[in-house]
Every structure is written in C-alpha cells, then in structure tokens.
C-alpha cells in the first residue's frame, strides 16, 4: 500500500509558495508533515510518498516520486503512483489541513472490490482524496490521457460503475475543504 501526497502544483493562487509547506493549523510542522502523520496513522503499514515536483520539500526527507507525465498536473503523478508496483494506493492533495485520519482509514475499506473510492461534494469526485486500485485504474488514466484530457473528472468518468462514491459522515465534509488562496488559509 502507498499513499501519495501529491506536490506538484504550481500555487499560483498562493502566489507561487509550495502549499505543502504552509504551517498546518494544529501548529506541528508543516500541512505535508501533517498529512504524512495522518496517513500513518490511519495506514501504519502504508509507504507514504510526496508525488509530483518536489524539491521544495527535500528538507522533510520524505521519499518521492516524479510525475509519470510532467507538465500534465496532477494526472501525470497519478500515472506514476498506480505504477509504483502496489496493488492499491491512496492518492491525497497536500493542501488538506483538516483531513483526519478516521476518513482516510475508511477510504481504504469501503467497498474494497471497486477499482476506485472517493467522496463527491457537490456532484464532483474528490480524485486526491481517494483510493485507487492501480491494475483498473492505471487504464482510465492511460485512456483519458491518450485522448489528451488531463482532468481527474474524467479518469472517474470512465471508471464509470466501477468508481464508488465514498458517503461522508456528518463533519467529514470540512475535512475536505482545502487551501487554494490566502484567504482560505485559517
């Protein structure tokens, strides 16, 4: 099992600062130190990786991993994670600071036998926050690829039935909500 944190970003709404390394609201370390803590918790077995561009992060000593594709965002690293040579892996944005690791612990057991679980807000997948069977999905990412969309969205798409949405409990929604400006950050 590996779970990803993805990196890559530019931040460009942050104004080009690697969000990862925002102070985490808890005041310990910072958000990818946080959500590494997460991940082992929830995960203990887990191989925890950061996924995408991530010199900025060489300091923390966390082991990496570089996009399969560059320049294709976020999809490039999910290729690369689906072909690190696990079974199933767990894909998290960096900039999730309220994530707790209960949510990512039942990521990893609902409905094992689907090729992807994630939750849905508002209609739309959460595709870094999510689990991934990498022998099923790695085909929706090579496909969405080759016909040259790079949307998460659309990797879902065509996983279509074989995708499940994760229900979230009352709270786990403000687990998902993420920093993309200043003015999210709290």
Do not use: N
Not at 35 to 40: G, K, Q, S
Not at 76 to 85: F, K, P, S
Not at 136 to 157: D, G, K, N, P, W
Request: net charge negative.
């Amino acid at each position: 099992m590996i779970v990803g944190i993805f990196v890559g970003g530019r931040s460009s709404r942050m104004g080009g600062a690697p969000k990862g390394l925002l102070p985490a609201p808890d005041g310990a370390g910072s958000l990818v130190e946080r959500l590494a803590r997460v991940a082992h918790q929830a995960v203990p077995f887990a191989r925890v990786l950061l996924v995408g561009e991530a010199a900025p992060y060489a300091h923390l000593g966390l082991p990496t991993l570089a996009d399969a594709v560059t320049g294709a965002g976020p999809i490039g690293g999910l290729l690369a994670l689906l072909e690190a040579g696990e079974q199933r892996i767990i894909a998290l944005s960096c900039d999730l600071p309220y994530l707790e690791p209960a949510l990512v612990e039942r990521l990893l057991h609902h409905a094992p036998e689907r090729a992807a679980v994630a939750p849905r807000i508002d209609g739309r997948w959460e595709p870094l926050c999510a689990r991934y069977d990498a022998a099923e999905s790695s085909a929706a990412v090579r496909a969405t690829l080759a016909a040259s969309e790079r949307s998460l969205q659309r990797v879902f798409a065509r996983l279509g039935e074989r995708a499940e949405e994760l229900p979230l409990a009352p709270g786990e929604r403000e687990e998902l909500r993420d920093w993309d400006r200043p003015e999210d950050v709290t």
